[in-house]
């Protein structure tokens, strides 16, 4: 994060010798290519009536941090870290439920199931992480957060119900993340079971099984009944191990904070998913805005640890504050500076929250493409019926203004929904609603995560006013 004299004069557009005058007033002697620290640079840009904010590299830190440590020799395999969504009353619980109480490891058996947000099981000697809060809604607000923690995505059909609207929602919420679908069809011991009307209708979003000339890995189960659990574990594996999940166990220790909150007796508490590296009793450790030593590890079976390596989730005691899900943690050397770091974490956290965040709205669209920020504009489109929803998607994938595409990421009927929000908040997209209204929640979600939301009742109206954005012509809003 240093300065020399020379960029600073390049950043404020002065001469270098004007900062060096000023320097010397301050009592510093500078030359051109010398490093100038935070409050030097504050003070002569403020001088100069600029004003000047100095942003501490706190994510870059832990970017570098990855990039620094990614020492090829030192990976090893870890275990894949696993999602389960779907829509509601599949079986996502149930099937959670299963996996967990059939597959407890030899050496933990006895122990006590701890719903702590993720648990671990064995499987023919590897290990498979789950994320114990179903539905796709954690899974977004976590990427939202800049977390990205799921390897792999199983999406459970019902095969007595079929695709419903949330089974199009998490196929879209694991797209825009990039991860890999494993479909479960549930529900197999119903006398109404209908597999391949499920396969029928995943095809037309682009899943289509591996019996019908796809890629997609379709397990027939019954989580009731325990039954097609063992296949579904060992595709998991099988996945897992083409994507070649790694670590580095010597590594700085880093991951995110899976849920948190205030326990009466033992103070925050915060479930973290260790992502690199082995974090210890005794660690120092920021987690967003807030730090401490670690006192204490529990696992999923309630026993008390001292280390956690990749994927191994663990309740940690002894933060200073409860920390949020999805924010990233990672242990430090020394307690004053992942003080001074959660400090400046706070201070981050109140400039965004006063608005200074970079959300594409179709205002200052224009700008971002310009400056090559945008090269492809991510739309969500909700609307009163499907024949809108499809007139409205054919339209708006057509429009290529110099090379600048839409890209529908997600569409339904309906209102605005918080998920929708979320989706468009980790995706970086604009909702547009035709005929439509956001829900009370979506719409103060929309507020506090900056999502621009557009209502229309003209599909005219819709692809003359994102063209106008795109081309910088739009009409200011009143
Ligand atoms: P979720 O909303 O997706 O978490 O669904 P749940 O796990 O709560 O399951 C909803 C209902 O479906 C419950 O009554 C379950 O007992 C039932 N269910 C779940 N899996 C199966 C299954 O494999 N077969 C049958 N017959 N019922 C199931």
């Known amino acids: ?37 935070t409050d030097a640079i504050e003070l002569v840009a403020s001088d100069f009536g600029v004003e000047v904010v100095v942003k501490e590299p706190v994510d870059e830190e832990a970017l570098d941090m990855l990039i620094e440590e990614a020492d090829p ?40 199931t701890q719903h702590i947000g993720a648990y671990q099981v064995e499987v023919s000697g590897k290990k498979i992480t789950f994320l114990d809060t179903p539905g796709h809604e954690a899974f977004t607000t976590m990427r939202a957060r800049g977390a990205q923690v ?41 006398p109404d079971a209908n597999p391949d009307r499920v396969r029928q209708e995943l095809s037309e979003y682009g899943l289509i099984s591996e019996e019908w000339g796809g890629d997609t890995i379709f397990v027939p189960l019954s989580a009731k009944q325990r039954t097609g659990l063992d296949q579904l574990l060992e595709m998991i594996l099988l996945v897992a191990e083409m994507a070649e999940l790694k670590a580095d166990p010597t590594a700085r220790p880093r991951g995110t904070v899976i849920e948190a909150e205030l326990d009466k007796g033992r103070g925050p508490v915060a ?12 660690d120092i450790v920021v987690a967003g805005t807030t730090f401490g030593r670690v006192r204490a590890m529990v696992n999923d ?31 430090y050397d020394d307690e004053r ?55 409205l998607t054919g339209s708006l994938e057509k429009i290529d203004i110099a090379g600048v595409r839409v890209k529908v990421i997600h569409k339904g009927v309906g209102a605005i929904t918080e998920s929708d929000i979320l ?19 979506a719409g103060r979600v929309a507020e506090s995560e900056k999502v621009d939301v557009r209502l229309y009742r003209v599909i005219y109206n819709v692809i003359e006013e994102l063209e106008a954005a795109m081309k910088g012509m739009l009409d200011p809003e009143y």
């Not at 797209?175 to 069809?185: D, E, L, Q, T, Y």
């Open 1 to 37: 994060g240093a300065v020399t004299v020379g960029e600073l004069a390049k950043l404020i557009k002065r001469e270098p010798s004007e900062i060096i005058k000023k320097l010397l007033f301050l009592g510093i002697m500078a030359t051109i290519n010398q490093e100038i620290d």
């Open 73 to 112: 020799a030192k990976l090893q395999e870890r275990p894949p870290i696993v999602t389960i969504m779907g829509h509601v009353d599949h079986g996502k619980t149930t099937l959670l439920d299963a996996i967990r109480e059939t597959n407890v490891t030899a050496q933990e058996a006895g122990g006590i």
């Open 150 to 190: 799921t390897d792999i995505t199983v999406l459970v059909v019902a095969a007595d119900d079929g695709v419903m609207p949330q089974t199009v929602e998490a196929i879209n919420h694991a797209k825009a993340a990039n991860v890999p679908i494993i479909v479960a069809v549930n529900k197999m011991d119903k």
């Open 271 to 282: 479930t973290v998913l260790v992502q690199n590296g082995t974090m210890r009793v005794g």
């Open 301 to 331: 079976k309630g026993r008390r640890v001292k280390e956690a390596g990749p994927s191994y989730p663990v309740e940690i005691l002894g933060l200073n504050d409860v920390p949020s899900a999805g924010d990233l943690f990672v242990v």
């Open 337 to 391: 500076k992942a003080r001074s770091l959660a400090e400046k974490r706070i201070a981050k956290h109140r400039q965004e929250q006063l608005g200074v965040q970079s959300r594409v709205t179709l205002e200052d669209l224009y700008k971002q493409i310009q400056e090559g920020d945008v090269k492809e504009l991510n739309v969500i489109i909700k609307a009163d019926v499907q024949g809108s929803v499809e007139a």
């Open 423 to 441: 989706l468009a908040s980790a995706s970086n997209a604009i909702v547009i609603g035709f005929n439509v209204r956001p829900e009370p929640n």
